[in-house]
């Protein structure tokens, strides 16, 4: 036989670039196809058609004319005379046998691996179809793998084929698991511009999708580390001073810490033993803007923490423009001169603790307050002292005020204060101090020296029965109009 290109033959034995390939000729003229059954690095090609049953049955067709030429020549060792084993008769007969023998493993083939195969084909037909109309209808209740599974009942590559197809149908409903899990993550971004109900949602479904028991959202927001959102966490604060956490913001890698069994941890961390703690970077055009803490009892499976990091790509631009909404709240909500908050935050503010007062039965304190004689003040000084004697005043009143009161100001040199809860005693001794305060005060101008008063009215609801806040501020208004009336620099209740 003649050479081809990278063969070499050495009777049936071939060789190929140092791989052994076995070739077994079939040839009856030398017009005829040749048809070559290679192995060549352990890949089989039996293939003459584009059918496999075809295929085969040439094969199995082919191999049972091959036995029955075989036989007559076979029963020679066997010691039967040449004139009856070479006869015409008997080799037609062992010729026949051998086509029907071939045909006949053909058929039993065809009756065990045809169906097995056009139910594979038609289950995935109909899968496709299922597919295809989920696609547009959005109703994806069809195409579960429990409904389209195929059950697996042979140890061979038709097994194989099924178990392969069945793991395809788990990796889709995975891939739609994933995709659903993202589409409800950003919708839950998307409801809101507020940064603390939007931490407060991001938290929570990342706590979901992770299956972590407690978890936080720490922020950075003009420089400084904030605790946006904290779940399961005590002393949560303790956090913003983690080196861990530090080393995340700092260079935006994500640091993950598991526990040993044995290790005892003291519960600051969270309300239960943890086995492992993720922290995750959250990034917006390549600044860490954010991390998430995730702490889990049992440690994290893989997938999940994937779907955490799918989420952060989200994320990152959502706590972006929810600190810049914030930011332009602040600003929008505070008076240019003074920092405190300019009247129409305050009204908001008042009104939202009024209704709080009424519905929950409780108490509500204003001051209202005025400068004494700050006309006077500007036509001798000029209008920029005046100004920082409104600044003046709004300093003492801020040093003075609880966590959780609103100093506002109400307009030029008026001033009003919201103290949510406090009693008729504790708004008169806050009034009193601001007051006795501002004595002390002293604004300079040059050599000038400039010190002012202020008088001040306080109501307090339920002792006014206002109708509503405008009307509780009313009643204070008057109280301060008294104390002009009897002689200013003076509290009036």
Known sequence: MAETAGYSQQGTL????????ISLIVGIAYDYPVIRVGCITGEVGLRITNKVLTDLAIWMMAFGILAGVAFPFFVLLLGISADQALAPGFFAATLSAGVAVGGLNFLIAHLVIRPRLRFLAGKMGEVSALIGNATYTGDWSSCTPENCAIKV???DEIGDSARAYNG???????????????????QSLSVTLDFEELVENALTQLLIHTKAQA?????????????????????????LKNDHVRHVFHHGIETRLEMPEDLIVDGIVSNFKPREVCIIPVAFIDHTIAAVVLVSASGFIRDSLRIARLFRQGLG???QNALAHRHLQRVAALDPLTGVYNRRFGMKRLQEEFTRA????????????????????????????????????????????RKGDTFVRYGGEEFFAILPGASQEDAIEVAERIRHMMEETVVEDG??????NISAGVAVYPIQAADDEVALLD??????YRAKQEGRNKVVH
């Open 215 to 239: 978890g936080a959202i720490v922020a950075e927001a003009s420089g400084e580390l904030e605790i946006a959102a904290c779940r399961g966490i005590k002393e949560a604060e303790s956090l």
């Open 447 to 452: 050599k000038q020296k400039i010190v002012v």
């Open 317 to 319: 631009l959502a706590i």
């Open 153 to 155: 009942d042979s140890e």
């Open 168 to 186: 395809l149908l788990d990796a889709f409903s995975e891939s739609r698991h994933v995709e659903q899990a993202v589409d409800d993550f950003t």
């Open 475 to 480: 009643y204070a208004d008057k109280k301060l």
């Open 358 to 401: 009424v519905r929950t039965k409780g108490s509500l304190a204003v001051i209202m307050f005025d400068i004494d004689h700050f006309k006077k003040v500007n036509d001798t000084y000029g209008h920029l002292v005046g100004d920082r004697v409104i600044v003046s005043v709004c300093n003492v009143g801020q040093r003075i005020l």
């Open 14 to 21: 071939l060789k190929f670039n140092g791989g052994v390939a």
